[in-house]
Each structure stands twice: as C-alpha cells, then as structure tokens.
C-alpha cells in the first residue's frame, strides 16, 4: 500500500483521528451536556483512554449513569419536554397504528403511476410494515431510541442487518448510540466512512466470532474472572475502489467494505461488504461538509435549562428555609430540639416566659421564585415544542379552525424536521427493498411478483404521515372549496359541473387523505364493470319485455276464453258453446 501500512492499521489510525477531532470540535462535550438535562440514561460518552486505545463502557441503560446524572438534576422540565416531543415527533411522523408511507416509481418527471401498479406498491408496503411491526425485527424500540437521541443531542443511529438462511425476518434494527459514531461526509453531506467503535464483553465477542479473535479476548473470554470485561471492536464501513470491485462477485465485490477490528490488538477479525449503507442517520438539523454531525432542539436551550436548574435548587433551599427555618438558642445551650408534635422541651423557656430559641428568618420569598421559574420553564417549552401538544390540555374545546390552524401550526413548526427526517427514512426503505430484491422477493412466482412495467424500475417511498399531509393538506382544501363554490354557481348555471374532472379530483381526495389505492378500480376492472353492468341492463330489459309479452299473453287468453263463454264464434278456435252461467241468463 501506498503508506506502507496495512488496512487495519491505517482504519484504527482514522478512527483515533476522528475522535481527536470529534473532541476539538465540542462534539463530545455539547452531547455529554444535552445528556445530563435530557437523556442521564444514556451511558455512551463514558470512554477512557488507556495505553492509546478506547476502552468503552457498553451503551445501555445503566440505573447507576442515572443516579449519578439525575441527583443534582433539580427541574425535570427538560427531561418530561424530551419524552413529549419524542412521542409527538413519532406519532405524527412515523404513527404506529397506520401505514406512514407509500411506494412509487422514482421517475424525475413525476409520471403517476396506474391503478394496477399502486395497487403493487400497496402490497409491497404492507409488507414492509408487517415486518417492521414483528417484534423480531426489533424496528420500533429500535425506532423510537434513534429518535429520542434525534430530540436530546440532534442525531440518531440506527444499524439495518441482512439475515441469511430462512430467518424469520429479512433483516433486523440495532440501535447504535450517538456516543459510539464516528463518520465522515463528502461534499454532499452524505455519509462517506463511517466507524462504530463499541465496548463488548469478551464473552460476547467470542460467542460472535469464536476463533478469529486473539488468544488474549479467547483467554478472557474463557476465565469466569475476566469474561465480562470489554474488549474494544470497531466496526467500519468504507467505499471499496471500483478497481477492487472489478471481477469480484458476491460481498467482497459491493460498494461498501465492511471490517471488524480487535482494536486493541490491531487484529482483523473479518471483511465482507455491503451493497448499501447499513448505518442509518436520522438528523434534528442540517450537516454540511465540514460538520458531519447536526444540532438538536436542545442546543439553544442549554443556557435557559442550566440556569434553571440552577434556580430551581435555590427556590427548594428557600422553600425548606421557609419550611423548616434554622434555629438559633441562646448562651452556650446547646439541647437537642425536638420539633415533633406534642414533644416537651425542657429549659427552651426563661423565668419571664421568653422563648430562648428562636427562628432565623431570611425573609426569602419562595413564591416569587417560582413565579420567576415557572416563566422559565415557559421558555424551555417552547424552545423544545412541548406547548405544540400542551394546547389540547389547556384548550380541550376546540372548534374545527381552530384545531385545522393548530395542526398547520404544528406541519409548519416541525416541517423542517420531517424533511430531514424523510431523507433518513428514505435510506432505510432502500435497504429494505435491495435486501428483499436480493433474496428473490419481487420475481416471477414470488409471493410479492412485481409487474412486469416495475421489472426494472427505481422505487422510492412516497411519505403519508399526518405531518406531511399537513403540509399538502392545502392542495386538498383548496380543491374541496372550489368545488363548493362551483356547486354554488352551478345552482343558476348547471353547465359550470361541466368543467370538473371528478376522477381527478376523486384521486386527490384519495391520496390527501391517506387512502390506500385499492379503494378504487383500475382502468381494466372499470371497463369490465362498464360491460357488466351493460350486460345487466340488456338483461333486464330483456326480463321486462317477456314480463309485458306475458301480460299481453294472459290478458288476450283472457278475453278469448270469455268471447267463447258467451258463445261468440272464433275463427279457427272450436266454438264449445255458452257456459253453464250463459245458459241459466238465457233460461231466465
């Protein structure tokens, strides 16, 4: 190689630079701050450096990292503003009760695509979120932590894995914590190298890859004693050359290297590759070249949370001041108070009836603290958007502008957000559909055979949350009000009706409001209504014109039968003479 270097060696030398960098840059201080006021759970900023290599704690939710966080931690407004906007960002953006996005062709032009191929989309769709929905899968806790540290530090990981064999799932959802992430970007921003370095036991390394590791974590792994001490493992992914990709069939020949690290050890554990980035970010902000990283809601409400965090602690020493005063006794008596009710305390008392202890009064006013706090705490709610769902608290009654110019509010205030988060989402239905396009599941004969029009196109996901229809709500009301207004005038001019395209319009009022496609025919099945109901109408008319035949038939045999009562004669019908009835009138 051109360094003289062999690739684990140059990989760890990147890694050690970045996180260099990572720290000059303030990365690691601004998130270890977003994670005491916002996420004390999280445990993956605890790294120490030892003999030049990182040795990390495991990321998972530690019950000491949270004491230690949370017992100086005095306001809790932070924290309740982080879980309500993490659950109000994943209900209106990824909603767990219902289908939060579609499928299209990716077609620059923006042809619709027919009833028939929607109606594979949907098919394909469902899958999707069948999937995700299977607690195999592991997607929604998955989900919902990559977008709690999306809320409280800006940025979200999340690791999509391919399964082999006849798993029950296709591929399955790893969290990855912001603290374990180091990547780069090229001149568009999007992810170029990316490196997880993680703590692992040695028993957990051992069980994963057995004899590729050193005899040091296989001899740790192998000791009760040492066994669950952590192993440092980096994870990298890198553009593998095209040169290198030449002639080289299955994963040693795809766009991504993959390699696993014994970072301590500088050993390589193994390489394969992967056709698509595995990693996916979901991102609060906007990176750019020279920042790889984004910005959470929480960074421009740091200064306000610490400052009441602060106030918070002073307001509960006046409180217990007001509360429970200091003491102050007289002369060198220094008997133990008992405050309790009903407690006698003897020689408190001089001989003329003075009380020889007395309170310290500060004259601190408790209440105007909490005023001042609870103008604070205020700020902190609107600074993390918490006031956007406090509103159905606070105005339970509602009329229907009102919630329409609320929930505008709301599409407006975290569109941004949304779009971003559309980029991240999009990544991952891409990995979704190469894996399964890999595995066979839109061929001929599969049980998600696509049509032979989609064969060989690009598919791209079509976003239908409640947040983005907010945004492309507009369109849909604005077509509802034309068409009232078009009824109106229609009411002195019927032809105005004439104009209106209804299966346009039908088609927008579908799709603004989330209706799945097969909720309408296609083309070939309306035609073949149209003939049906062709076929109905001749038969019916058909079934009336016998049904006429019939009465004409029955009334005329009627009135032939009586014509031969009364003894009139017939041409070629044998006169049989009066009736019996006929006979006795003329008798009479």
Known sequence: MPTGKTITEELIDEVRSLMTERIKQGWDTYWRSCMRYALPTDASF??????????????????????????????????????????????????????????????????????????WFDRVSRYLFKVRGNPMSGFWPTHKAAVRSTCAMGDGFFFIEEKLGNARVPYTYEFVPLGECYQTVDLKSQTQRFYRVRGMTAEQAAKRWGKKLSKRILDMANDPLTRQNTVTIVHAVVPRADAARAGVFGVMGAKWAS????????????????????????????????????????????????????MSKNELISSQQAVRPPLATYGDNFTRINLNAGKINKGLVSGDGKMLVQPIMTHTRPDFAQAVLETRRNNVREMLYLNLWQILIDQPQQTATQALLRAQEKGDLLGPVGISFNHSLASMVDREMAILGRKGAFEQGAPLEAPEELADADVAPIFTAPLDRMRNMEEVLGAQRTVAGMMEVAAFNPKIMDKLNTDEYAEMLRKGNGAPADLFYDDDQMAANSASEDEMAQLRQQLELAQQGGDAATAMGSGMRAMQDAGVPMPGVVNRGPSDAVTAALAA
């Open 259 to 310: 390699y696993y690290i014994d970072m301590d050890d500088s050993l390589m554990i193994e390489q394969s590759g992967f056709w698509e980035m595995p990693y996916i970010q979901h991102s609060w902000g906007v990176k750019t070249p020279s920042r790889s990283y984004s910005e959470g809601p929480l960074a421009l409400a740091l200064a306000e949370i610490k400052s009441l965090n602060e």
């Open 46 to 119: 605890d790294v120490l450096l030892n003999r030049g290599s990182l040795s990390s704690v495991t990321a998972s939710i530690s019950h000491t990292t949270a004491y230690r966080e949370t017992k100086t931690l005095y306001d809790q407004t932070s924290l309740w503003a982080i879980e309500r906007l993490t659950a109000g960002l994943v209900s209106l953006k990824t909603p767990e009760s219902t289908n939060w996005h579609g499928l299209n062709v990716d077609d620059p032009f923006g042809n619709d695509a027919s009833i028939s191929e929607e109606s």
